[in-house]
């Protein structure tokens, strides 16, 4: 599922609120995914309560978890979770957009998980501005986090609910944690990698400086940011082909985000006009490393194609993320898009290149 990426980054109710706020701690966990599925929600040195889904996600047992503490708790909420999933839709005004598109994302398809997103969001709306969303680091040494861990676990494990207060002693193991970065290429520096791609000029307005692009790399630049804000160890993967990828490039440079070339074979720019050569150079020396690929340039226009292919397969499997810059329509974006989308399915963000106009 894409999620829209189109709402102004830092929009949504974010900032913990003052005074007599509760602080709950939310998680959800599913063993398999899909599989039996558990969630909780705990109050520091207080409340807890934790149940359980026969056959669910971990997506859909993370909004749960938020959905049931906020009806359990009056007052001004502080909701603690390590879900981007959650935290973004509010904290980016996902759910703005999905209400405008009724109920649709920015690929015009259904919004997953609605059953639960609209009563959590009509929630939200109702006590406005009296819920916040804060971003805690998963199996990172917050005890709050750790005790829903283990009862969402809990609760997954054994179909079977629990509430009460404090922390109780005959809880079981959390979560085997799957780090960032497993199974990734060792040339791939550590952090979070987020690649961005998508048209190629003149899909975004020409091949040179323009309007369009500009306003791409602004949003990619604000996007970028409000990730990093996550996501301290943020980084962009790109293959600084023209277009989107270079564009993500110059968006990681002005947001203070680190970035990675990813080229498919040497020389891949010596068939663009002189000023992009020029362009991909400056981007390639501002990298903070670089990877090629394939050793061999290739002989025929069709082996580069292939070779362009094979690096966007790559790309998909070994990015945490991605923003793809995207109308909708072009098959050969398309085609990338579907392949994140597999990986991927809730940390995909498509950015209409059309938005503004």
Not at 69 to 76: F, I, M, N, W
Not at 113 to 136: Q, S
Request: charged share 25%.
């Amino acid at each position: 599922m894409a999620e829209d990426g189109r709402q102004r980054a830092g929009d949504g109710g974010s900032t913990p609120i003052p005074g007599s706020t509760t602080t709950v701690y939310t998680d959800g966990a599913c063993v398999g995914n899909p599989g039996p599925g558990g969630w909780a929600w705990a109050v520091p040195g207080g409340r807890f309560q934790s149940g359980f889904e026969r056959q669910s996600t971990n997506q859909r047992m993370e909004i749960t978890a938020v959905l049931e503490a906020a009806r359990s708790l009056d007052g001004p909420l502080d909701v603690v979770s390590d879900s981007t999933y959650v935290v973004h839709c509010f904290r980016d005004g996902w759910w703005k957009s999905w209400l405008a598109n009724g109920w649709r994302n920015s690929q015009k398809k259904p919004v997953a998980n609605r059953e639960l997103w609209e009563p959590l969001v009509e929630l939200y709306v109702a006590r406005k501005p009296d819920i916040a969303f804060r971003w805690v680091k998963g199996h990172g040494g917050d005890p709050v986090n750790d005790l829903v861990d283990r009862l969402a676990v809990e609760a997954a494990q054994t179909q079977a609910a629990r509430e009460g207060t404090g922390f109780p002693a005959d809880l079981g193991a959390a979560d085997d944690p799957a780090p960032v970065g497993r199974g990734r290429d060792p040339r791939l520096p550590s952090g979070r990698l987020v690649v961005v791609g998508g048209h190629r000029p003149p899909d975004i307005g020409g091949y040179g400086d323009n309007p369009v692009a500009d306003r791409i790399t602004k949003r990619l630049a604000e996007i970028l940011t409000a990730k990093r804000e996550v996501h301290p160890d943020l980084k962009v993967l790109t293959g600084l082909g023209l277009g989107a990828e270079q564009l993500g490039a110059e968006a990681a440079w002005r947001s203070g985000v680190p970035y990675v070339a990813v080229v498919a074979y040497p020389g891949q720019e010596s068939v663009w006009p002189s000023v992009s050569q020029v362009s991909f150079r400056r981007l390639l020396d501002g990298a903070s490393g670089s990877i090629v690929l394939q050793a061999k340039i290739p002989e025929t226009r069709q082996k580069a194609g292939a070779a362009l292919a094979r690096r966007d397969a790559w790309l998909a499997s070994n990015a945490d993320e991605a923003v793809v810059v995207w109308d909708g329509h072009d098959a050969s974006v398309g085609r990338f898009v579907q392949s994140l989308e597999d990986r991927l399915p809730d940390d995909l963000w498509i950015l209409d290149p059309h938005d503004g106009t």
